[in-house]
Protein backbone atom coordinates (compact mmCIF):
# COMPACT_ATOMS: atom_id res chain seq x y z
CA UNK A 1 0.00 0.00 0.00
CA UNK A 2 1.24 3.31 -0.69
CA UNK A 3 -0.22 6.24 1.19
CA UNK A 4 -0.47 10.12 0.67
CA UNK A 5 -1.28 12.84 2.63
CA UNK A 6 -4.12 15.29 1.23
CA UNK A 7 -1.15 17.66 0.32
CA UNK A 8 0.31 15.07 -1.83
CA UNK A 9 -3.02 13.87 -3.07
CA UNK A 10 -4.15 17.73 -3.98
CA UNK A 11 -0.66 18.05 -5.70
CA UNK A 12 -1.09 14.85 -7.75
CA UNK A 13 -4.48 16.31 -8.79
CA UNK A 14 -4.14 19.83 -9.07
CA UNK A 15 -6.40 20.68 -6.84
CA UNK A 16 -6.87 22.81 -3.26
CA UNK A 17 -6.62 20.64 -0.23
CA UNK A 18 -9.65 21.76 0.75
CA UNK A 19 -11.18 20.01 -1.90
CA UNK A 20 -9.74 16.25 -0.99
CA UNK A 21 -10.66 16.46 2.71
CA UNK A 22 -13.89 17.42 1.28
CA UNK A 23 -13.96 14.49 -1.20
CA UNK A 24 -12.71 12.79 1.81
CA UNK A 25 -15.45 13.62 4.35
CA UNK A 26 -17.86 12.74 1.66
CA UNK A 27 -16.65 9.07 1.17
CA UNK A 28 -16.11 10.07 -2.47
CA UNK A 29 -12.14 9.53 -1.46
CA UNK A 30 -11.34 6.59 0.30
CA UNK A 31 -9.03 7.32 3.30
CA UNK A 32 -7.25 6.02 6.53
CA UNK A 33 -6.68 8.17 9.55
CA UNK A 34 -3.22 8.00 11.42
CA UNK A 35 -2.77 7.67 15.07
CA UNK A 36 -2.97 11.40 15.35
CA UNK A 37 -5.99 12.00 13.15
CA UNK A 38 -4.31 12.84 9.95
CA UNK A 39 -5.79 11.43 6.58
CA UNK A 40 -3.78 9.43 4.28
CA UNK A 41 -5.04 8.03 0.83
CA UNK A 42 -4.30 4.89 -0.57
CA UNK A 43 -2.55 6.29 -4.17
CA UNK A 44 -4.40 3.57 -5.75
CA UNK A 45 -7.80 5.16 -5.03
CA UNK A 46 -5.92 8.26 -6.16
CA UNK A 47 -5.73 7.44 -9.21
CA UNK A 48 -8.73 5.85 -9.56
CA UNK A 49 -10.86 8.49 -8.49
CA UNK A 50 -9.24 10.44 -11.19
CA UNK A 51 -10.22 8.62 -13.89
CA UNK A 52 -13.50 7.99 -12.58
CA UNK A 53 -14.29 12.10 -12.43
CA UNK A 54 -12.28 12.56 -15.12
CA UNK A 55 -9.73 14.50 -13.54
CA UNK A 56 -6.05 15.31 -14.40
CA UNK A 57 -3.80 13.68 -12.85
CA UNK A 58 0.63 13.70 -13.10
CA UNK A 59 0.65 9.83 -12.52
CA UNK A 60 -1.91 8.57 -15.25
CA UNK A 61 0.20 9.55 -18.09
CA UNK A 62 2.73 6.57 -16.74
CA UNK A 63 -0.03 3.64 -16.93
CA UNK A 64 1.45 0.62 -15.17
CA UNK A 65 4.36 2.48 -14.00
CA UNK A 66 2.67 5.08 -11.86
CA UNK A 67 3.35 3.53 -8.52
CA UNK A 68 7.38 3.41 -9.25
CA UNK A 69 7.43 6.53 -11.09
CA UNK A 70 5.90 8.29 -7.89
CA UNK A 71 8.27 5.99 -5.52
CA UNK A 72 11.40 7.14 -7.47
CA UNK A 73 9.97 10.73 -7.65
CA UNK A 74 9.80 11.01 -3.58
CA UNK A 75 13.56 9.32 -3.93
CA UNK A 76 14.41 11.93 -5.64
CA UNK A 77 13.13 14.66 -3.49
CA UNK A 78 14.74 12.94 -0.33
CA UNK A 79 18.06 14.05 -2.23
CA UNK A 80 18.70 9.43 -3.33
CA UNK A 81 19.50 8.80 -6.47
CA UNK A 82 16.29 7.06 -7.74
CA UNK A 83 18.34 4.79 -10.04
CA UNK A 84 15.07 2.69 -10.74
CA UNK A 85 13.49 5.88 -12.13
CA UNK A 86 16.87 6.28 -14.30
CA UNK A 87 16.76 3.20 -15.75
CA UNK A 88 12.92 3.52 -17.06
CA UNK A 89 14.01 6.86 -18.25
CA UNK A 90 16.22 5.30 -20.49
CA UNK A 91 13.99 2.89 -21.32
CA UNK A 92 11.53 5.25 -22.39
CA UNK A 93 14.08 7.04 -24.84
CA UNK A 94 14.78 4.15 -26.35
CA UNK A 95 10.70 3.48 -27.02
CA UNK A 96 10.30 6.86 -28.86
CA UNK A 97 8.23 7.63 -25.32
CA UNK A 98 9.39 11.24 -24.74
CA UNK A 99 6.22 12.24 -24.09
CA UNK A 100 6.75 10.56 -20.39
CA UNK A 101 9.36 12.24 -19.56
CA UNK A 102 8.06 15.52 -19.85
CA UNK A 103 5.40 14.43 -17.69
CA UNK A 104 7.98 12.82 -14.95
CA UNK A 105 9.77 16.88 -14.99
CA UNK A 106 6.56 18.07 -14.37
CA UNK A 107 5.89 16.17 -11.45
CA UNK A 108 9.51 16.51 -10.05
CA UNK A 109 8.92 20.33 -10.19
CA UNK A 110 5.41 19.87 -8.46
CA UNK A 111 7.66 17.94 -5.57
CA UNK A 112 9.81 20.79 -5.63
CA UNK A 113 12.38 18.46 -6.49
CA UNK A 114 15.76 21.32 -7.47
CA UNK A 115 16.46 21.32 -11.23
CA UNK A 116 19.94 21.02 -10.87
CA UNK A 117 19.11 17.49 -9.14
CA UNK A 118 16.53 16.23 -11.48
CA UNK A 119 19.40 17.37 -14.61
CA UNK A 120 22.52 15.59 -12.81
CA UNK A 121 20.45 12.14 -11.45
CA UNK A 122 18.45 11.91 -13.98
CA UNK A 123 18.90 13.54 -17.39
CA UNK A 124 23.00 13.18 -17.19
CA UNK A 125 22.80 10.28 -16.15
CA UNK A 126 20.65 8.85 -18.57
CA UNK A 127 22.96 10.85 -21.25
CA UNK A 128 25.56 9.34 -19.87
CA UNK A 129 24.16 5.64 -20.44
CA UNK A 130 22.84 6.57 -24.08
CA UNK A 131 26.71 7.57 -24.70
CA UNK A 132 28.50 4.65 -23.62
CA UNK A 133 25.59 2.23 -25.37
CA UNK A 134 26.50 4.12 -28.49
CA UNK A 135 29.65 3.39 -28.14
CA UNK A 136 29.64 -0.30 -27.93
CA UNK A 137 27.46 -0.29 -31.17
CA UNK A 138 23.99 -0.96 -28.87
CA UNK A 139 22.31 1.67 -31.70
CA UNK A 140 22.74 3.64 -34.56
CA UNK A 141 23.62 7.26 -34.84
CA UNK A 142 19.96 7.68 -35.61
CA UNK A 143 19.13 6.42 -32.47
CA UNK A 144 21.59 9.05 -30.35
CA UNK A 145 20.39 11.99 -32.09
CA UNK A 146 16.56 11.13 -31.90
CA UNK A 147 16.92 10.75 -28.28
CA UNK A 148 18.99 13.79 -27.96
CA UNK A 149 16.52 15.58 -29.28
CA UNK A 150 13.80 13.68 -27.19
CA UNK A 151 16.15 15.34 -24.15
CA UNK A 152 16.06 18.57 -25.67
CA UNK A 153 12.35 18.56 -26.40
CA UNK A 154 11.91 17.72 -22.84
CA UNK A 155 13.76 20.89 -21.67
CA UNK A 156 11.61 22.84 -23.87
CA UNK A 157 9.17 21.95 -22.17
CA UNK A 158 10.41 23.07 -18.68
CA UNK A 159 11.27 26.55 -19.86
CA UNK A 160 8.03 27.08 -21.83
CA UNK A 161 7.05 26.80 -17.97
CA UNK A 162 9.20 29.41 -16.43
CA UNK A 163 8.98 33.10 -15.67
CA UNK A 164 9.78 34.47 -18.81
CA UNK A 165 11.12 37.99 -17.01
CA UNK A 166 14.44 38.27 -15.51
CA UNK A 167 14.21 39.50 -11.89
CA UNK A 168 16.74 41.83 -10.09
CA UNK A 169 18.39 41.11 -6.65
CA UNK A 170 17.70 42.96 -3.69
CA UNK A 171 16.62 46.08 -6.10
CA UNK A 172 20.13 45.60 -8.77
CA UNK A 173 20.33 45.71 -12.11
CA UNK A 174 18.76 42.24 -13.44
CA UNK A 175 21.98 40.15 -13.96
CA UNK A 176 22.80 38.60 -17.37
CA UNK A 177 24.53 35.71 -18.66
CA UNK A 178 25.36 34.64 -22.27
CA UNK A 179 24.93 30.60 -22.72
CA UNK A 180 26.32 28.38 -25.57
CA UNK A 181 27.98 25.47 -26.65
CA UNK A 182 31.75 25.69 -27.50
CA UNK A 183 32.84 26.02 -31.16
CA UNK A 184 32.26 22.99 -32.84
CA UNK A 185 29.81 21.54 -30.04
CA UNK A 186 26.94 20.23 -31.69
CA UNK A 187 25.21 18.61 -28.47
CA UNK A 188 23.18 21.63 -26.65
CA UNK A 189 21.57 19.79 -23.97
CA UNK A 190 24.12 20.75 -21.25
CA UNK A 191 23.78 24.66 -22.38
CA UNK A 192 20.17 24.38 -22.44
CA UNK A 193 20.03 22.72 -18.65
CA UNK A 194 22.74 25.80 -17.86
CA UNK A 195 20.41 28.35 -19.38
CA UNK A 196 17.21 26.86 -17.22
CA UNK A 197 18.77 27.16 -13.85
CA UNK A 198 19.89 30.77 -14.30
CA UNK A 199 16.52 31.33 -15.19
CA UNK A 200 15.38 30.14 -12.36
CA UNK A 201 17.82 32.33 -10.41
CA UNK A 202 16.27 35.50 -11.93
CA UNK A 203 18.91 36.05 -14.60
CA UNK A 204 18.10 37.49 -17.96
CA UNK A 205 19.94 34.86 -20.22
CA UNK A 206 21.28 35.32 -24.11
CA UNK A 207 21.46 32.26 -25.51
CA UNK A 208 23.35 31.35 -28.55
CA UNK A 209 22.82 27.86 -29.02
CA UNK A 210 25.02 25.07 -30.70
CA UNK A 211 28.68 25.62 -31.93
CA UNK A 212 29.32 29.72 -30.56
CA UNK A 213 32.96 30.89 -31.60
CA UNK A 214 34.57 32.76 -29.01
CA UNK A 215 34.01 36.06 -30.68
CA UNK A 216 30.69 36.01 -31.03
CA UNK A 217 30.25 35.03 -27.29
CA UNK A 218 32.70 38.27 -26.18
CA UNK A 219 30.67 39.75 -29.00
CA UNK A 220 26.93 39.64 -27.14
CA UNK A 221 28.58 39.74 -23.53
CA UNK A 222 29.86 43.26 -24.84
CA UNK A 223 26.58 44.50 -26.36
CA UNK A 224 24.45 43.18 -23.08
CA UNK A 225 27.22 43.45 -20.58
CA UNK A 226 26.62 40.43 -18.84
CA UNK A 227 28.26 39.08 -15.75
CA UNK A 228 28.71 36.12 -16.90
CA UNK A 229 29.60 33.42 -19.70
CA UNK A 230 28.56 29.95 -19.37
CA UNK A 231 29.70 27.04 -22.05
CA UNK A 232 29.04 23.63 -23.13
CA UNK A 233 32.08 21.30 -23.84
CA UNK A 234 29.73 18.00 -24.27
CA UNK A 235 32.08 16.68 -26.52
CA UNK A 236 35.96 15.10 -25.44
CA UNK A 237 38.00 17.89 -25.38
CA UNK A 238 41.91 18.02 -24.01
CA UNK A 239 43.27 19.71 -21.65
CA UNK A 240 45.14 22.22 -24.48
CA UNK A 241 42.22 22.63 -26.06
CA UNK A 242 40.05 23.68 -22.81
CA UNK A 243 43.05 26.08 -22.39
CA UNK A 244 42.93 27.34 -25.84
CA UNK A 245 39.51 28.27 -25.74
CA UNK A 246 40.15 30.30 -22.14
CA UNK A 247 43.14 31.73 -23.93
CA UNK A 248 41.09 33.35 -26.84
CA UNK A 249 38.13 34.47 -24.62
CA UNK A 250 40.49 36.14 -22.44
CA UNK A 251 42.30 37.91 -25.15
CA UNK A 252 39.23 39.16 -26.65
CA UNK A 253 37.91 40.98 -23.27
CA UNK A 254 37.62 44.38 -22.41
CA UNK A 255 39.07 45.51 -19.50
CA UNK A 256 35.67 47.85 -18.62
CA UNK A 257 33.64 44.59 -19.02
CA UNK A 258 34.48 42.22 -16.69
CA UNK A 259 32.36 38.74 -16.33
CA UNK A 260 32.81 35.31 -15.01
CA UNK A 261 34.04 32.41 -17.55
CA UNK A 262 32.29 29.18 -16.35
CA UNK A 263 32.87 25.82 -18.32
CA UNK A 264 30.75 22.77 -18.09
CA UNK A 265 29.93 19.55 -19.63
CA UNK A 266 31.37 15.83 -19.78
CA UNK A 267 33.99 16.97 -22.64
CA UNK A 268 35.66 18.91 -19.44
CA UNK A 269 38.58 17.10 -17.52
CA UNK A 270 40.30 20.70 -15.78
CA UNK A 271 40.37 22.01 -12.75
CA UNK A 272 40.69 25.75 -12.59
CA UNK A 273 43.70 26.36 -10.90
CA UNK A 274 45.07 25.42 -14.64
CA UNK A 275 43.69 27.17 -16.83
CA UNK A 276 45.74 30.87 -17.41
CA UNK A 277 43.18 32.84 -16.16
CA UNK A 278 45.66 35.71 -15.00
CA UNK A 279 46.16 38.54 -15.05
CA UNK A 280 42.57 38.95 -16.15
CA UNK A 281 39.53 40.28 -14.69
CA UNK A 282 37.69 37.12 -15.64
CA UNK A 283 37.27 34.54 -13.26
CA UNK A 284 37.79 30.93 -14.76
CA UNK A 285 35.35 28.03 -13.21
CA UNK A 286 34.78 24.85 -14.24
CA UNK A 287 32.28 22.45 -13.42
CA UNK A 288 31.55 18.76 -13.34
CA UNK A 289 27.49 18.74 -13.41
CA UNK A 290 24.74 21.42 -12.34
CA UNK A 291 24.84 20.85 -8.82
CA UNK A 292 28.04 22.05 -8.38
CA UNK A 293 27.15 24.72 -10.73
CA UNK A 294 24.14 25.87 -9.42
CA UNK A 295 25.93 26.15 -5.60
CA UNK A 296 28.13 27.89 -6.79
CA UNK A 297 25.61 30.39 -8.43
CA UNK A 298 24.17 30.68 -4.94
CA UNK A 299 27.37 31.13 -3.10
CA UNK A 300 28.87 33.72 -5.64
CA UNK A 301 25.69 35.61 -7.32
CA UNK A 302 22.85 35.34 -4.78
CA UNK A 303 24.35 37.51 -2.27
Known amino acids: MNLVSTRQAATLLGVHESSIKRWCNADDLPCSHTAGGHRRIDLTDVLSFAESQNLECSLLPFGND ?67 AWARGAFEIG ?27 NGQRVRTAIVGCAPMEDHATGAMMVRILLMDRGWKVIYLGRNVPEEDLILYQRRHRAELVAVSM ?34 VNLVTDQVPA ?21 MRHDK
Open 278 to 298: RPSPIIVRTFEDSESFDDWLE
Open 66 to 132: ALMVWNGANELRLGRHADVLAVKMKDWLLHAESSKLAALMQLCRSLDIPYARMFDRLIARVMADIGE
Open 234 to 267: SSQRSNSEVREFVRNVISMRREDAPFDLAIGGSG
Open 143 to 169: DEHRISESLMDVLYSLLAGMPQTATSN
